[in-house]
Each structure stands twice: as C-alpha cells, then as structure tokens.
C-alpha cells in the first residue's frame, strides 16, 4: 500500500479538475423567477434610505469621544486621592498605556462594525500591545511593596472595577451594534477591553494603594476576568445575529 | 449598491438578480440541501436588507455579502443541530444508489460526496474560491481570517479529497 497519494497517481491538476466539474455541477442552482418574485416583494415592503455607517475615522473617534466622556464624569464623581499620591511620571505613564489601549480597542471595534472587512488589526495584537503597555507602565513606574491586608484593600477595588466595566461594555455595544451584527469573541473581548480601559483610567486616580502588586492583581487581574468572561460569552453566542 | 442605500427599486431588482444565483450556490453546497437553501437564501436576504447601512462604497460587495450569508447559514446549522439533537431516528435513509451509473459520473458523483463530507471551514473555503470565483483576499474577509489562513484550509481539502479519493479508488479494485 502505497502511504503517500501523491504516489498513487491523484495530482493537484486532477482535484482541480474534479473541482471544476464540481463548481460546475453547482451553478446549475438558478434562482426561480417565483423565488425572485417573492425576495423581491419581501424587502420592498420595508425599503426606505439608509444612511450608510461613519468612516472609520469617524467611528473611532466616537468611541475615544465616548471613552473620554465616561472616564472625565467617572473621575468626578468619584474620589481623587490617588492622583495626588501619583508623580508627574506615573501620571504620564498611566494616560500613556490607558489611552494607547483606548485607541487599538477603538480601532479594532470600528472595523468589525462592517461585516466582510479585513482585520489588520489582530485581537491578539490588541490584546498584547495594551496588556503589555499596561503592565510595563506599572512596573516600571510603581513601587514593589504589599501591605499585610493585600486582598482587604484589594477586593473593593476588584469589585468596583466590576459594577462600573458592565454598563461601559453595554453603552459600547450599544454604540457599535448599528454596525457589529455578530456574536464573536472577538467583539466580546474588544467590547470589555474598551469598557475596561476606560474603568481603569477613575479607578487608578481614585485608588489610594498605588503599588504594583495591587495595579497588577486587583487593577489588571479584574481586567483580564472580565475580557476573558466576554470573550467567553461572544464565542457561546457566536454567530447569532444581535443588531 | 449605494442606490439600493438609497431606495432605488431598480437596484433592488439588480440587486436580487445578481447575488441571489450564487448564495443560492453557496447554501446549497454547505451542509443544507438544495431544499432548504431557499430558505436560507430568504433569512440572508432579511438580514442583508437590515444591514445594507453597514456597507461602504470604498469596499467590494461580494465579501460583504459573503460574510453575512456565513453568519446566517452558521446561525441556521447550530440551530438545525441542536434540533437534530432532540430527534430519534426511526428509519435509517437507505443510501442513493449509483450503480447504474457511468464509470466517469460515478466517480464524479463519489467526489461531490467527499466534498459535501469536509469539515465546514474548508468547504466554505473551497465554495467561495471555486463556487463563487472569490480571490483569496475576499474569502479572507469573508470569513474574517487571513489570507494564509485560507490558503491553509484550501491546501487541507486538498489534502482531505486526495487521500479520500485514493481510498475510494482503492475499494473500487
């Protein structure tokens, strides 16, 4: 018996040819002229002008604007201590990554608003550029040091990053779901990593523990979660039409 | 298609004329049957006439299209899955006989079998790219992957109908 098709004679030009024959066989599905009919009397009944979805340009300054909006009436609402326990640089370094992140998510958001269209922007590279961004903005800028109540002081903020990411990740889908007419992973993940980010931006000025550990484990890790757990929820609803 | 964003009834007529022929193809040659393929290709065309805002002029049609007539058929197989799920078989469907047939169009009608047996990716891949004539670019932004992707999955049918082809011959004998 011989292991290798190629040895039995089956080339490439041979599949081609049966595929040909193939493709062939299946243009003979002409559309019937009752079916045309039918089509066409469906959607005439509901056919008005559309206004075609913003440029790209357009959509991810919505969604900056947006981001912008929510992050500034969140910061006033909520307490400021840890912007005066930030420097100059951990200031600069947090807008830096935090904003850096906003703009890949927006990007990436926009362009799955038309379906059809070419990613250029991978969700890995997203998900990598801001998480790494991020987590180097931290470490390089915070001090090392746990106090002995690490996950007393923790918890609070692991949990307000939670109440406020969900309705962010809802306004954004409601903005993006004109377009965005698809379960996905992806959509899930872009979503709350959108939301996430700009959940992030109040809760780092209003936090008072501005250590690593604590950016990292509590900050970080309740971003990853939630990233993660939509991510999860878009690839069960995968496909299923949600305009 | 900017005039069918416009209303144009007459755009709708081109329209409907144009692109229904190959999704008609394109469900037919999925897991559904040719029966059921009008149906989808009504449940795509609802769904398409939602979405006409979403397309821009700057993009090509096909891929667009594309990409909501595989979310709609995806939609529709997970549907009739869990469906079949629930069903108990009473009668098994005895097998389509070919017996009779000529040497050349029985292998042919073998090979269409092989082919309607890929896994999904590989046979929406091979649809787009021989069904419908798609270039690779467009069947990667169709199915929201890359172009190597789709290269990969073509190359992997390839593989998949030459062994299975082999095999077939091989019982032939």
């Given at each position: 018996?011989?292991?290798?098709?190629?040895?039995?004679?089956?080339?490439?030009?041979?599949?081609?040819?049966?595929?040909?024959?193939?493709?062939?066989?299946?243009?003979?599905?002409?559309?019937?002229?009752?079916?045309?009919?039918?089509?066409?009397?469906?959607?005439?009944?509901?056919?008005?002008?559309?206004?075609?979805?913003?440029?790209?340009?357009?959509?991810?300054?919505?969604?900056?604007?947006?981001?912008?909006?929510?992050?500034?009436?969140?910061?006033?609402?909520?307490?400021?201590?840890?912007?005066?326990?930030?420097?100059?640089?951990?200031?600069?370094?947090?807008?830096?990554?935090?904003?850096?992140?906003?703009?890949?998510?927006?990007?990436?958001?926009?362009?799955?608003?038309?379906?059809?269209?070419?990613?250029?922007?991978?969700?890995?590279?997203?998900?990598?550029?801001?998480?790494?961004?991020?987590?180097?903005?931290?470490?390089?800028?915070?001090?090392?040091?746990?106090?002995?109540?690490?996950?007393?002081?923790?918890?609070?903020?692991?949990?307000?990053?939670?109440?406020?990411?969900?309705?962010?990740?809802?306004?954004?889908?409601?903005?993006?779901?004109?377009?965005?007419?698809?379960?996905?992973?992806?959509?899930?993940?872009?979503?709350?990593?959108?939301?996430?980010?700009?959940?992030?931006?109040?809760?780092?000025?209003?936090?008072?523990?501005?250590?690593?550990?604590?950016?990292?484990?509590?900050?970080?890790?309740?971003?990853?979660?939630?990233?993660?757990?939509?991510?999860?929820?878009g690839e069960i609803q995968r496909h299923r039409w949600i305009s | 298609m900017t005039q069918y964003q416009r209303a144009d009834s007459d755009a709708l007529d081109e329209l409907v004329r144009r692109i229904s022929p190959p999704l008609l193809r394109y469900f037919g040659g999925s897991r559904f049957g040719r029966n059921d393929a009008a149906d989808l290709l009504q449940d795509c065309w609802i769904r398409i006439h939602r979405s006409r805002h979403t397309y821009r002029s700057s993009e090509p049609v096909m891929p667009w299209v594309y990409a909501i007539a595989r979310h709609t058929g995806l939609d529709a197989y997970r549907k009739r899955r869990r469906l079949e799920s629930r069903e108990v078989l009473v009668a098994s469907i005895p097998e389509r006989l070919h017996r009779t047939m000529p040497a050349e169009r029985r292998e042919q009608d073998d090979f269409d079998r092989l082919v309607a047996g890929l896994p999904l990716s590989q046979r929406e891949v091979l649809v787009m790219l021989k069904g419908s004539g798609m270039s690779l670019e467009e069947v990667a932004a169709a199915t929201s992957s890359t172009v190597g992707a789709v290269k990969q999955k073509a190359h992997r049918a390839y593989i998949t109908l030459r062994r299975a082809l082999e095999k077939v011959r091989e019982n032939a004998k």
């Open positions: 018996m011989q292991n290798n098709p190629r040895d039995a004679g089956i080339r490439d030009a041979e599949i081609e040819d049966k595929l040909e024959a193939w493709a062939a066989s299946q243009s003979d599905a002409e559309l019937s002229p009752e079916l045309q009919r039918k089509l066409r009397d469906m959607l005439a009944s509901s056919f008005k002008p559309v206004k075609p979805v913003p440029a790209q340009s357009g959509l991810v300054l919505r969604f900056l604007c947006v981001f912008a909006a929510g992050a500034a009436g969140l910061i006033a609402i909520m307490s400021r201590i840890g912007l005066h326990l930030m420097t100059g640089a951990q200031i600069g370094w947090m807008i830096a990554a935090l904003g850096g992140g906003a703009i890949l998510f927006s990007l990436t958001l926009a362009r799955q608003m038309v379906p059809g269209r070419r990613q250029r922007l991978p969700l890995s590279l997203v998900l990598g550029l801001s998480g790494v961004g991020t987590i180097a903005a931290i470490t390089l800028n915070f001090p090392w040091r746990t106090s002995s109540a690490f996950v007393s002081e923790g918890w609070p903020c692991a949990s307000m990053e939670l109440m406020l990411a969900i309705p962010a990740a809802v306004v954004f889908w409601l903005l993006a779901r004109r377009g965005a007419l698809f379960a996905s992973a992806r959509l899930g993940a872009t979503l709350a990593g959108l939301a996430v980010f700009m959940v992030l931006v109040p809760l780092q000025t209003q936090c008072m523990f501005q250590q690593a550990p604590h950016l990292l484990v509590w900050h970080g890790g309740m971003a990853a979660v939630l990233i993660g757990s939509a991510a999860l929820v | -």
